[in-house]
């Protein structure tokens, strides 16, 4: 089964700094794909970027970027410029790239992003 | 922008009473999902549904939980007998496609079920 780990519960930055949340994931499959999550206050679920593990090219979104290392197994995320409306729960995620039946997302455990003003 | 909902927002009930938690999923997906998130853990697997099937279920989704497709639009998660453990954020997600790029799971507001 897979696994995802957020190692660091709580991060902090400064506002308009960088700051970067680490995920590592053990999986055997060679074709899956890697998501982070975000959750406010409101505890909605938002789509923040996503990686194709096949696609050796980081994605980028905005501000937001991540490191992508299949080899190491790590996803990490990175916020530039940091603003007062990235506080939340930041989660990782992973999904099979396998058909039918193995389409599920495996979450890891988040990490809380404090802005400080 | 096209989005998932859900409703209620907030669900109390008595624990042993039966709850429908309902899901309108965006129009053109074709896989929903159902997790969990007790507070202040994470997100949890619990069902995933296809051509009016479950696809896959997890090991939380026991004989107390079914799910339902009624008509073109819902997507509905009904728990037989509520347990205090049950309390949770529920949320639905869907998807359009399985593989590919658009692949990505899009999720509800949540419904906020508590369990007295």
């Known amino acids: 089964a897979q696994t995802v780990t957020q190692s660091q519960p709580e991060m902090s930055v400064q506002e308009a700094e960088t700051v970067t949340l680490s995920c590592t994931y053990d999986t055997s499959e060679s074709d899956y794909y890697l998501f982070w999550y975000k959750q406010p206050p409101s505890r909605q679920m938002i789509l923040v970027i996503r990686?194709?593990?096949?696609?050796?090219q980081n994605a980028t979104e905005n501000r937001f970027s991540v490191n992508f290392q299949k080899a190491a197994k790590s996803f990490s995320l990175k916020i530039s410029d940091s603003q007062l409306g990235d506080a939340a729960m930041y989660f990782c995620a992973y999904r099979s790239g396998s058909n039918f039946g193995n389409e599920k997302l495996t979450f890891g455990t988040g990490t809380r992003l404090t802005i400080i003003p | 922008e096209p989005e998932v909902t859900q409703t209620p927002s907030h669900q109390v009930t008595q624990m042993g009473q039966e709850v429908i938690l309902r899901c309108v999923p965006i129009?053109?997906?074709?896989?929903f999902y159902w997790y969990r998130q007790i507070l202040g853990q994470k997100v949890e697997f619990l069902v995933s549904?296809?051509?009016?099937?479950?696809?896959?279920k997890s090991e939380i989704f026991d004989d107390q939980f079914s799910v339902e497709r009624p008509d073109g639009s819902n997507f509905t998660l009904k728990i037989r007998s509520t347990k205090l453990e049950d309390s949770a954020m529920y949320f639905c997600?869907?998807?359009?496609?399985?593989?590919?790029?658009?692949?990505?799971?899009?999720f509800g507001p949540g419904t906020r079920l508590t369990v007295l």
């Open positions: 129009s053109n997906h074709l896989y």
């Open positions: 997600a869907s998807s359009d496609f399985l593989t590919g790029i658009l692949d990505t799971q899009y």
């Open positions: 549904f296809y051509n009016n099937e479950i696809s896959e």
């Open positions: 990686q194709e593990a096949y696609k050796q």
